[in-house]
């Protein structure tokens, strides 16, 4: 059983550029997380999406910052415009039904986005 | 809101010591209290988890006793080894809600 797929693991950006960082969740699971880790400090909760649903953005910036999970394939979280303040870590996470309340997520190894 | 405090890290220990990272917790209603570890260069993989109060969840010979009463979840090693080091994070959800509330993470170097 697979795990949690992120990709690239790797990316690098220009000021201005666009980046799309992908996700596809483990078999059988429907919930996806994403989490920023800036250096030196702990994962930040951004967005929580269902399928073709957003079901909590409270920790997504209200500019650049958008994300989905279609209903075919994987979620993808875009950053546009990005600036050097996006370098970081993104972590995708995944889990099979959150009213079983078992907290375990399972994440992917993570996007490197490094912005120049 | 809720919150995770962490005992400030670097942790640098020899093999076989004892470990103890502490972790306190603020937040609404009864959380379920986690342990993720983060290796280099991986994702965090759930260490070990206890949900209600005085539950202990233990993994890998880590044990973390879920106080309400001192609203805390320690963790702790009796004898680490070297291929303990990581980066380690206490985090908590909230019932019917797996969005976790995760601290700044403790990194733990142990040398031979």
């Known amino acids: 059983n697979a795990g949690v797929m992120q990709n690239p693991r790797h990316l690098v950006r220009r000021r201005g550029q666009e980046a799309r960082l992908r996700c596809s969740p483990m078999k059988g699971h429907s919930h996806v997380y994403w989490y920023r880790q800036l250096p030196e400090e702990g994962l930040k909760f951004m967005v929580y999406?269902?399928?073709?649903?957003?079901?909590?953005e409270s920790g997504m910036p209200k500019e650049r910052f958008s994300a989905e999970f279609p209903k075919e394939g994987p979620s993808i979280l875009r950053i546009q415009q990005v600036v050097r303040g996006d370098s970081a870590a993104y972590f995708c996470a995944s889990s099979k039904d959150p009213a079983m309340n078992t907290g375990e997520l399972f994440f992917g190894e993570g996007s490197r986005l490094t912005v120049l | 809101g809720n919150s995770v405090t962490q005992m400030e890290g670097p942790v640098t220990l020899s093999e076989e010591a004892f470990l103890t990272i502490n972790c306190t917790y603020t937040a609404t209603g009864y959380p379920s209290l986690f342990w993720y570890v983060q290796y280099p260069g991986e994702g965090l993989q759930l260490l070990l988890k206890a949900t209600k109060a005085d539950d202990k969840g233990s993994n890998k010979g880590f044990e973390a006793t879920y106080r309400k009463e001192t609203t805390s979840f320690h963790l702790e090693k009796g004898s680490v080894q070297v291929s303990d080091s990581a980066v380690y994070f206490c985090?908590?959800?909230?019932?019917?809600?797996?969005?976790?509330?995760f601290g700044t993470g403790t990194r733990l170097t142990i040398i031979p």
């Open positions: 999406l269902q399928k073709e649903n957003i079901i909590d």
């Open positions: 985090a908590l959800s909230n019932f019917g809600n797996e969005k976790l509330t």
